[in-house]
């Protein structure tokens, strides 16, 4: 199992391969989550790392304006369910090698996802520099003007790189005793992650609450320690979840499987450390 990872890791690290047959391969990654052999969930945490990685430096293709349904394209597509998976990995019961290999990865894909956006806004600028240049030098022609001179003056006025918005940091120290392991005994989540995470926020919490109450206690389970992992690295950020949050972890604070009961009221206190909410 883990060499035929191993092999897909680099099949699918190559671009064209990759957003040709990443659909068919995700389902199949999930069930590796519960994998017997620790090696294998380790090595699962990077492969999704490296096509993480790789895929921030895909450029997005061009799509016809029959097939724009105005949804992501090239990797976005994927983005968050790969994503989704390498959490999984980092919400897995091993928090002495398994989690905080999986975190480790989690913090450097945040990393390069920060890097990705600021190249993606300094590219826009150089798009509507060019747009507002020609524009000028175009207006300036039928004006009987020096087209050069507008374009420059054009250029100047064109508003700066946008700045990339990051999550304040969190102070976990102040709820240290509250959150789990690896994060009790480890390194708190950096802001870098904290806004990646926030990113996908709106797609990755409906699918793990959902999965709060399914019928096996294995999905439930699981569920309820990726939750954890969730609420720890959004910390604050999770606040426009909140009601859909709560009412989940109600129905989950009642389960009968004690882990789980146990995960949804561990969930509930850390929300009432890291939100000031008016209930």
């Known amino acids: ?74 990797f976005a597509k994927f983005e968050h369910r790969v994503l989704m998976i390498l959490l999984g990995v980092a919400a897995d019961e091993d928090t002495e090698q398994v989690a905080p290999m999986a975190l480790g990865a989690l913090e450097r894909a945040a990393s390069a996802k920060h890097e990705a956006r600021k190249r993606s806004a300094e590219a826009e600028r150089t798009r509507d520099v060019a747009r507002r240049r020609a524009q000028a030098a175009k207006d300036a022609v039928k004006a009987g003007e020096d087209p050069d001179k507008a374009a420059a003056e054009a250029e100047a006025s064109a508003p700066t790189v946008a700045e990339i918005e990051v999550a304040p940091a969190f102070d976990y120290a102040t709820v240290k005793a509250l959150v789990p392991e690896p994060f009790a005994s480890g390194g708190a989540p950096t802001p870098l992650t904290t806004t990646y995470v926030q990113l996908h926020l709106p797609s990755l919490l409906p699918q793990v609450l959902a999965n709060l109450t399914q019928w096996t206690s294995d999905i439930r389970g699981a569920a309820a320690r990726l939750l954890r992992v969730l609420l720890v690295i959004a910390n604050r950020q999770v606040a426009p979840f909140l009601d859909q949050v709560l009412v989940h972890l109600y129905k989950a604070s009642a389960d009968d499987e004690v882990s789980v009961a146990t995960s949804a009221l561990q969930c509930a206190r850390m929300l009432g450390a890291f939100i000031e909410a008016d209930l």
Do not use: I
Not at 21 to 33: A, N, R
Not at 42 to 59: D, N
């Open 1 to 74: 199992r883990r060499a035929t990872l191993d092999s897909l890791g680099a099949l699918l690290s190559v671009e064209e391969p990759m957003l040709d047959h990443m659909e068919e391969v995700l389902p199949h990654l999930h069930g590796l989550l519960n994998d017997r052999t620790p090696g294998v969930r380790q090595s699962l945490a990077e492969v999704v790392e490296r096509w993480l990685l790789r895929g921030f430096s895909f450029k997005d293709p061009l799509v016809g304006a029959f097939e724009d349904d105005g949804g992501p394209v090239g």
